[in-house]
């Protein structure tokens, strides 16, 4: 399967594109070009043995210049970047895995949708934690409002580069509505300075540059203030290989899809589970 991996020299990016070249059943042949707008155009990055040219923003001339668009994409860019990319994606018919969180979430699966293409898009890749938030989704359609009263806070860190809140966390917000929780995506609490995960939240020093640590606390009041029943729900990702790996199962599930002639169709990584 030939793929493209967009987003260098990020290093979600560079870490899926290591994934894929050492793949143990050599099952993706790696494009040597990227997109990003982190890129000044025509500068070559060389990362594990490979030369990879970059470019600036999706560019169809660019595109059509190459004479095959036969291949799939890997998108780790940037959020304000995620709706152009996809745009782009869709218009040429380039099936993708997108793993960038933020922009308009549901212009982008309606984009889709309208397309001739397929994607898998997920806020997080991690197969564990989709499992999570699969068991999640299931709590609240059979058990709605049975936390009813329970107060929520969700604390979420990742590295200093990361721009948004997390993707995941965001989602479990709605997860946590229809478990009877009055809470926004606002009220998340989003650390990003390395000293207070490091020191406060305990990260490790190696992983300050690359983690996902997340708790979620919901608290019963007795009328004196005093708690009464705590449930608490955390799972701390180190590295960036959690997200990798599930990348690339993604890749054959869509290859699949394309294959049996599927399009305009949107799929998470929940299904990418389940297939």
Not at 41 to 46: D, H
Request: glycine share 8%; proline share 4%; with cysteine.
């Amino acid at each position: 399967m030939k793929v493209m991996v967009n987003g260098l020299p990020g290093k979600m990016a560079s870490v899926v594109i290591g994934r894929i070249i050492y793949d143990d059943y050599s099952r993706f042949e790696l494009l040597n070009h990227s997109f990003s707008s982190q890129a000044r155009k025509g500068e070559f990055l060389n990362l594990f043995g490979t030369n990879i040219c970059l470019h600036g923003n999706p560019s169809d001339e660019l595109l059509m210049s190459w004479g095959d668009n036969s291949f799939f994409t890997v998108d780790y860019t940037r959020p304000d970047a995620v709706n152009a990319n996809a745009d782009f994606y869709c218009r040429n018919k380039l099936p993708f895995v997108m793993g960038t969180t933020g922009g308009d979430r549901i212009a982008l699966e309606q984009r889709v949708s309208d397309s001739d293409t397929v994607a898998v898009i997920a806020p997080n890749m991690a197969k564990q934690v989709v499992a999570f938030q699969a068991m999640m989704k299931y709590g609240a359609e059979t058990f709605p409002d049975v936390f009813a009263g329970y107060t929520l806070e969700i604390v979420e860190s990742h590295q200093k580069g990361k721009a948004d809140t997390s993707g995941t966390a965001r989602a479990m917000v709605e997860y946590f509505n229809r478990l009877g929780i009055p809470f926004t995506k606002e009220q998340i609490v989003m650390v990003r300075d390395p000293e207070v995960q490091e020191q406060v939240l305990g990260v490790p020093r190696e992983h300050l540059a690359g983690h996902g640590w997340h708790t979620y606390r919901l608290t019963s009041r007795d009328e004196d203030g005093g708690n009464r029943v705590l449930f608490q729900f955390t799972h701390n990702l180190n590295g960036r290989r959690p997200y990798a790996e599930p990348t690339l199962d993604a890749l054959t599930f869509l290859e699949k899809k394309v294959v049996a002639g599927e399009k305009g169709k949107v799929y998470s990584m929940i299904d990418v589970l389940k297939g």
